[in-house]
């Protein structure tokens, strides 16, 4: 039985969810991205994708561009057509991969923005350790920087995962990363201090107004930290400290513990298995960055560089 457009979107994330054991996360921007997809098939009359021609794949791409959308949301949209089109094909809904030829684009790269040290340090600093909530809030900042977490694995941590790193330190934490993939990441003594501080001061007073389980970090009334509650935390923060909020996010303690490590003189292949990247690649943008502070340093040091 041939499925509809609709049918074979949902089978196709099925197969990333159970067979690829991609993360929650990626999973709903491919269904985004597929729904987009499937609207602009359904404008042209067409009902699964046996019937897709190559020229309605090239003019989905245009149709991306002319709304526009930004180049990079574009290669990933396309990255996405493609890849559920070969699924297709290996599953025998279609007969040949039509996106075969269809360039998804290049998108500009952009250099992560790292914090540089003094920025780093005042935004540690600005919660108020005096209260709860700043105890919850410096022990989620000094462990996104102190072990490079992405914020989805920081929110996750249960109190479980932590005890036993706050006894031998040598241990290294366990984080739970894209597609469940596990990494071992040291933890400095720092963050240390930071969710002990909290265990003892903080959470007991707002784990008994909720139900957050075994949750490490929550929310004020018991429940366990979101995301988008992480994030808001740190642009609190980052308005204490005076930096520039508008391009402070939780990434941006993931891109400067990386760069800090490279600066520090740290192996590109180390800096990977710490940020759970599956190919050295993704990871070699931030040696552009260290270039980048390198050049700053000789032609502001050398006395012959100008």
């Not at 963050?191 to 959470?203: E, H, N, P, S």
Request: hydrophobic content about 40%.
């Amino acid at each position: 039985m041939t499925l509809s457009v609709s049918g074979e979107v949902e089978d196709y994330l099925r197969h990333l969810v159970v067979e690829r054991g991609l993360s929650d996360n990626t999973v709903q921007a491919y269904r985004r991205d597929l729904r987009r997809y499937q609207e602009f098939l359904s404008s042209r009359g067409i009902a699964s994708l046996a019937e897709v021609t190559r020229i309605d794949v090239e003019e989905f791409r245009r149709s991306l561009d002319q709304i526009g959308l930004a180049p990079a949301s574009v290669t990933r949209c396309i990255v996405a057509v493609r890849n559920m089109h070969r699924f297709a094909v290996e599953s025998d809904q279609a007969h040949s991969d039509v996106t075969a030829g269809v360039s998804p684009g290049t998108p500009s790269r952009r250099l992560p923005k790292a914090l540089t040290m003094d920025q780093v340090e005042a935004l540690l600093s600005a919660p108020d350790t005096s209260t709860v909530e700043g105890l919850r809030d410096a022990a989620l900042l000094e462990l996104l920087y102190g072990t490079g977490a992405r914020v989805s694995e920081v929110c996750a941590l249960d109190v479980d995962d932590i005890r036993p790193v706050l006894d031998t330190p040598d241990l290294g934490l366990r984080l739970i990363g894209k597609g469940d993939k596990e990494r071992i990441v040291p933890i400095g003594s720092y963050a240390i201090k930071a969710v002990d501080a909290w265990l003892v001061r903080g959470r007991p007073v707002w784990a008994q107004s909720g139900n957050g389980d075994h949750a490490l970090l929550l929310n004020t009334r018991g429940r366990r930290l979101s995301r988008q509650s992480a994030w808001a935390i740190i642009r609190r923060a980052g308005e204490a400290a005076g930096l520039d909020v508008d391009h402070l996010s939780p990434h941006s303690l993931r891109h400067s513990y990386a760069t800090h490590l490279l600066d520090g003189g740290a192996d590109v292949r180390v800096v990977q298995e710490l940020l759970g990247h599956s190919s050295v690649t993704t990871t070699q943008i931030y040696t552009l960055v260290t270039a980048d502070h390198l050049r700053e340093v000789y032609r502001s040091s050398h006395p012959r560089a100008v």
